[in-house]
């Protein structure tokens, strides 16, 4: 089965660190650029960050430009995103995609999904004191 796995979701304190991970699971990543998404209750999906197949190039929404970093690690299949300094408006359920088009750094962060071929069902997190 081709799917996408997200984990490292949970309950934080403000200022907080988390570390999601997307793993794949019936293909490899190596070829794909993979996205990671989040939704808020009552609000629209938007895109939160970027990385090339490579891992050469990286793109942030500004909203968390700073705060969070995007990685991955090919040998492992699995792509992560590092969370530091949440804030509770962080607070949504996190989605990872993987896609091959063209451009998907920059349609990505402008919450564009529809270049994404494989999709995870989501990790939520919560920042909340």
């Known amino acids: 089965q081709l799917q996408l796995v997200e984990s490292g979701g949970g309950l934080v304190q403000p200022g907080g660190s988390l570390r999601l991970s997307c793993a794949a699971s019936g293909f490899t990543l190596d070829y794909y650029a993979v996205g990671w998404f989040r939704q808020a209750p009552g609000k629209e999906r938007e895109g939160v960050s970027c990385?090339?197949?490579?891992?050469?190039?990286?793109n942030y929404a500004d909203a968390v430009k700073g705060r969070f970093t995007i990685s991955r690690d090919n040998a492992k299949n699995t792509v992560y995103l590092q969370m530091n300094s949440l804030k509770p408006e962080d607070t949504a359920v996190y989605y990872c995609?993987?896609?091959?088009?063209?451009?998907?750094?920059?349609?990505?962060?402008?919450?564009?999904?529809?270049?994404?071929?494989?999709w995870g069902r989501g990790t939520l997190v919560t920042v909340s004191s």
């Open positions: 995609g993987a896609g091959r088009g063209p451009g998907l750094l920059r349609t990505v962060i402008a919450g564009n999904e529809d270049g994404m071929d494989y």
């Open positions: 990385i090339s197949s490579s891992g050469g190039s990286t």
